[in-house]
């Protein structure tokens, strides 16, 4: 399982026709989340002309946006229509608005509003989330060094270990290759290391 999101708080910014639009996104997992961000981002911004939003939540597939003012589907569709072509989810973006005196029309809103959006997913930068098994290893000290290798040949990212007794090295692996890791194992450690899995969790990949 694996999904679109963003990285970190971003911001950007632009002028158009003497309006300066500021776009600001970042990752959030819940819709209360999302209203915290809005509402932080309306008062520091409590003189602009508008504060547009939209957001996109994976829990119960929620998406919600809101024009402030604007023309009707001038604002927060366009702003909504870019976060769902960018297939992010767990995202909001606010697209804040002082107006230069110039009007731009409703087709130079909608152009205005998805730039703004637009600049705003590019600056909190897009990332890839897929959903790993949480794994441990543990083996005798005398096989560690081999399994040490052989985990992350088979694209295991080790995130703990534990020098007791016995090792025990934990770690997050996509699903498709615990098979090929059991056997490396296996060969490896002339099946003494025991593998457990410990639940499960999202991490961020490449997006190359």
Not at 136 to 156: F, L, T
Request: with cysteine.
């Amino acid at each position: 399982m694996e999904y679109l999101t963003v990285k970190k708080e971003g911001q950007d910014e632009f002028i158009e026709k003497k309006s300066r639009f500021i776009g600001s996104c970042r990752p959030v997992k819940t819709e209360e989340e999302a209203l915290a961000f809005i509402a932080a981002l309306k008062t520091k911004y409590w003189d602009a002309s508008h504060n547009v939003y939209a957001y996109i939540l994976r829990e119960n597939g929620v998406q919600r946006f809101s024009d402030d003012g604007e023309p009707q589907g001038t604002a927060g569709i366009p702003v909504l229509d870019t976060l769902k072509k960018a297939g992010v989810t767990d995202t909001v973006v606010v697209a804040t608005r002082y107006f230069g005196g110039i009007l731009l029309g409703g087709g130079g809103l909608i152009r205005a509003y998805s730039h703004t959006a637009s600049i705003a997913l590019a600056a909190a930068q897009k990332i890839a989330m897929r959903e790993c098994l949480l794994l441990s290893a543990a083996c005798d000290y005398s096989a560690y060094g081999r399994i040490q290798g052989v985990i992350p040949e088979c694209g295991g990212v080790v995130d703990d270990t534990d020098f007791l007794e016995a090792v025990t090295v934990r770690f997050h692996l996509d699903p498709a290759s615990v098979g090929a890791l059991e056997k490396r194992l296996a060969d490896a450690t002339a099946g003494t290391c025991v593998l457990q899995e410990e639940g499960k969790r999202f991490f961020e990949f490449s997006m190359e």
